[in-house]
C-alpha cells in the first residue's frame, strides 16, 4: 500500500498528545460520554469506559441501559452511571432527554458500542447529534449502521467525527457489499471519510486511517489476536480519552489505532498470539503512552 502513510513510533514523536497541566483536576483532564449497552452486552460499554480513562481522560460517564446501570456503576466505581429507559427488547429506549443534558458537559461523546438494534442506535445518534456543542464525537458498531440517514448532519460538522467500522459496518455506510469493501480497502476508506466529512478508521488486520481531504495512514502490527469481542469498544473508548484530552481527532484516532494495536501485540508476547481478552489490552496503554 505504497500511497499510504505509515504508521509508527516515529510519526507519533512528531505528533505528541497534549500535555496535562501538573494542576489540572479531572475535569481538566478531559470529560468522556459514553453512551450503548443492550441486554444481551451489558457490559461491552465497560470496556469502552476504562479504555478512555486509560487513555488519560479525567472523567468518564456512561449512559447505558436501566437494568444495567447499577451492575455496571458497582463493577467500575471510578464512573458516574446514568440509567436510560429500556425498551421491551433489552435496548435503549427514548434517550433524548437524559443524553442532551449530558452532551453538554462532556468534550467528547461516543455513541453506539454494545448497541446491536438499529431502531436503538438510530435513537441513540439522533439523540448525540441534535446538540450543537463543541464536543468530539466517536461513532462505533451499532450507530455506523444508521449513518447514511445523517450524512448531512456529519458533514456540516466544523469538527470532524471520528467513525469507527469493520468491513460491513463500512459496506452498511456507503451501502455497498462487503465484498467490494474488501476487494479494494483503502478506497472504500476513503471514499467514507469524504462522504461523511469524517475521519474513517477501517479496522483488519492491516488498519487504515483516511481524512476527509484523501490522507491515508496503515498500521499491520497488531496481530489476529484483537480479532476478539470487545477489541473495538477498546479502540473507541481509547480515541473518545485522547479527544478530550485536547488531541485532534486525526490525532486521537492514529494514536488509538497505534495504542490498540501495539497493546496487542504486547499481550501476544505475554500470554499467547490468540486467546487473550479485550479487557486484558487496558493495564498496557499507559505505559505505551509513557515510553513515547
Same mark, same amino acid.
Given at each position: 500500500?505504497?500511497?499510504?502513510?505509515?504508521?509508527?513510533?516515529?510519526?507519533?514523536?512528531?505528533?505528541?498528545? $497534549?500535555?496535562?497541566?501538573?494542576?489540572?483536576?479531572?475535569?481538566?483532564?478531559?470529560?468522556?460520554?459514553?453512551?450503548?449497552?443492550?441486554?444481551?452486552?451489558?457490559?461491552?460499554?465497560?470496556?469502552?469506559? #476504562?479504555?478512555?480513562?486509560?487513555?488519560?481522560?479525567?472523567?468518564?460517564?456512561?449512559?447505558?441501559?436501566?437494568?444495567?446501570? &447499577?451492575?455496571?456503576?458497582?463493577? +467500575?466505581?471510578?464512573?458516574?452511571?446514568?440509567?436510560?429507559?429500556?425498551?421491551?427488547?433489552?435496548?435503549?429506549?427514548?434517550?433524548?432527554?437524559? %443524553?442532551?443534558?449530558? %452532551?453538554?458537559?462532556?468534550?467528547?461523546?461516543?455513541?453506539g458500542p454494545a448497541v446491536s438494534c438499529g431502531e436503538a442506535a438510530a435513537r441513540l445518534v439522533?439523540?448525540?447529534?441534535?446538540?450543537?456543542g463543541p464536543a468530539a464525537l466517536v461513532f462505533d458498531a451499532g450507530a455506523l449502521m444508521t449513518l447514511p440517514r445523517h450524512r448531512?448532519?456529519?458533514?456540516?460538522?466544523?469538527? $470532524?467525527?471520528?467513525?469507527?467500522?469493520? %468491513?460491513? #459496518?463500512?459496506?452498511?455506510?456507503?451501502?455497498?457489499?462487503?465484498?467490494?469493501? #474488501?476487494?479494494?480497502?483503502?478506497?472504500?476508506?476513503?471514499?467514507?471519510?469524504?462522504?461523511?466529512?469524517? %475521519?474513517?478508521?477501517?479496522?483488519?488486520?492491516?488498519?487504515?486511517?483516511?481524512? $476527509?481531504?484523501?490522507?491515508?495512514?496503515?498500521?499491520?502490527?497488531?496481530?489476529?489476536?484483537?480479532?476478539?469481542?470487545?477489541?473495538?469498544?477498546? &479502540?473507541?473508548? &481509547?480515541?473518545?480519552? &485522547?479527544?478530550?484530552?485536547?488531541?485532534?481527532?486525526?490525532?486521537?484516532?492514529?494514536?488509538?489505532?497505534?495504542?490498540?494495536? #501495539?497493546?496487542?501485540?504486547?499481550?501476544?508476547?505475554?500470554?499467547?498470539?490468540?486467546?487473550?481478552?479485550?479487557?486484558?489490552?487496558?493495564?498496557?496503554?499507559?505505559?505505551? +503512552?509513557?515510553?513515547?
Amino acid at each position: 500500500m505504497a500511497e499510504a502513510l505509515a504508521l509508527d513510533s516515529d510519526w507519533l514523536r512528531a505528533h505528541p498528545l $497534549p500535555p496535562p497541566d501538573n494542576a489540572a483536576d479531572k475535569n481538566a483532564r478531559g470529560r468522556v460520554l459514553a453512551a450503548g449497552g443492550c441486554a444481551m452486552v451489558p457490559g461491552g460499554i465497560r470496556l469502552t469506559a #476504562e479504555a478512555a480513562l486509560r487513555a488519560g481522560a479525567g472523567k468518564v460517564q456512561v449512559a447505558t441501559i436501566a437494568s444495567a446501570a &447499577l451492575a455496571l456503576g458497582v463493577a +467500575m466505581p471510578e464512573i458516574a452511571v446514568h440509567a436510560i429507559p429500556e425498551g421491551a427488547d433489552g435496548e435503549m429506549a427514548d434517550c433524548n432527554a437524559a %443524553i442532551a443534558p449530558l %452532551i453538554d458537559r462532556a468534550d467528547a461523546v461516543i455513541a453506539g458500542p454494545a448497541v446491536s438494534c438499529g431502531e436503538a442506535a438510530a435513537r441513540l445518534v439522533g439523540a448525540v447529534l441534535g446538540p450543537a456543542g463543541p464536543a468530539a464525537l466517536v461513532f462505533d458498531a451499532g450507530a455506523l449502521m444508521t449513518l447514511p440517514r445523517h450524512r448531512e448532519e456529519l458533514r456540516r460538522r466544523v469538527v $470532524p467525527a471520528l467513525l469507527t467500522p469493520h %468491513i460491513g #459496518e463500512m459496506a452498511a455506510m456507503l451501502e455497498e457489499e462487503p465484498s467490494a469493501i #474488501e476487494a479494494d480497502r483503502a478506497g472504500a476508506v476513503r471514499r467514507a471519510a469524504q462522504s461523511y466529512g469524517a %475521519i474513517c478508521v477501517l479496522k483488519g488486520a492491516t488498519s487504515l486511517v483516511a481524512t $476527509p481531504d484523501g490522507l491515508l495512514f496503515a498500521y499491520a502490527g497488531g496481530g489476529v489476536g484483537l480479532a476478539t469481542g470487545g477489541s473495538g469498544d477498546v &479502540l473507541a473508548g &481509547l480515541a473518545a480519552g &485522547l479527544a478530550a484530552r485536547g488531541a485532534s481527532t486525526l490525532d486521537a484516532a492514529l494514536w488509538a489505532v497505534w495504542l490498540h494495536g #501495539e497493546a496487542g501485540r504486547r499481550c501476544a508476547e505475554q500470554i499467547g498470539p490468540l486467546g487473550f481478552l479485550a479487557r486484558e489490552l487496558l493495564a498496557h496503554v499507559p505505559g505505551l +503512552m509513557r515510553a513515547l
